[in-house]
């Protein structure tokens, strides 16, 4: 079990450090971030999938289609702006939109088009069934596609080269939280966290997995992103500690979500997509959680600028 989890755990991770590393170096037309639309859908689709299975699998009627490409409309919005100077000219800075206006008005379209498919398809033989797969379509959209769209503009913060390791940095603080208590709990863990929904977390693990997220968080600030980007502000003494804390926390928060959903689906895994690891759903669960605070701990200035 071990060994295939440090089996697919090398894979994923040498694939993602190829392509950032692409991206950091050889960006695709000049653009920032285009490297990474394959595996932001392969990873946002395939969570998506895995929940609209689980979600079938604990009796809720589920459109699977529409949510699907609703996650997809909001996780690639946000490359609006970045695929804009293909048109000939920058991306105007007075737009009112700006950058993260695309989510919105990506969320909405998906919603729409979640609840015109069910207008289409209405059967009142079937009573209470549109309006399932609209409440499940409409969880998917904003479970799945809104995190990872909050990912790419972690991508987009700054110049090309700090937004990249702004992301790297999340992505790495959050894992290891993920490592830390992992570790920790095989091996000094006995007080259970949640018994009810998972029962092999323990507070020491949490704990260790804390504890490791700030470590690691100082070392992205303090080594990664000077040694990439060259930021004009370093990093303030507060930020390692806020950023590895909100980052294991919330990825906590986000591994709990999904172990809750597996509870109602009755299943141990979101898949067998990765040997040792599970499902996509598995790797992404504590990144879903985190994104989003990670990023205001960003735009707060935890990392400088």
């Known amino acids: 079990m071990l060994r295939d989890r440090l089996f697919s755990a090398s894979l994923l991770i040498v694939l ?5 590393g692409l991206d950091h170096r050889y960006p695709l037309a000049g653009l920032p971030g285009v490297w990474l639309i394959g595996p932001l859908l392969l990873f946002a689709l395939g969570t998506a999938m895995e929940l609209a299975r689980l979600l079938v699998a604990s009796g809720r009627r589920v459109d699977a289609a529409g949510g699907l490409f609703g996650t997809a409309v909001v996780a690639l919005a946000v490359y609006i702006p970045v695929f804009w100077p293909l048109c000939g000219e920058d991306y105007p800075q007075d737009c009112p939109l700006g950058r993260v206006g695309w989510v919105v008005v990506a969320a909405a379209v998906a919603l729409l088009i979640v609840y015109l498919r069910q207008l289409a398809a209405y059967d009142e033989t079937r009573r209470g069934e549109s309006l399932e797969k609209i409440l499940s379509g409409t969880f998917m959209v ?3 596609g809104l995190p990872f769209a909050i990912l790419v503009l972690i991508r987009g913060l700054g110049q090309p080269s700090w937004g990249l390791a702004a992301l790297i940095s999340m992505i790495v603080v959050t894992k290891s939280a993920d490592t830390g208590a992992y570790f920790t709990g095989k091996l000094i863990g006995c ?3 949640v018994p009810h929904l ?5 507070w020491e693990g949490a704990l260790g997995g804390i504890g490791l997220a700030i470590l690691a968080s100082y070392l992205c600030f303090v080594g ?3 040694a990439m980007a060259s930021p004009q502000t370093p990093a303030p003494m507060w930020g390692p500690i806020v950023f590895g804390f909100v980052c294991a926390l919330f990825g906590m928060v986000g591994d709990l979500s999904e172990s809750l959903v597996k509870r109602e689906a009755g299943a141990k895994d979101s898949g067998r997509t990765l040997p040792g690891l599970g499902g996509i759903w ?3 669960d504590s990144l879903i959680g985190a994104a989003m605070p990670a990023w205001l701990a960003l735009l707060a200035g935890a990392a400088g600028s």
Do not use: E
């Open 16 to 20: 993602l450090l190829t392509l950032l």
């Open 142 to 144: 904003a479970y799945v």
């Open 191 to 193: 007080h259970k966290l």
């Open 198 to 202: 998972s029962p092999g977390k323990t």
């Open 224 to 226: 990664l992103i000077p």
């Open 282 to 284: 598995d790797v992404t």
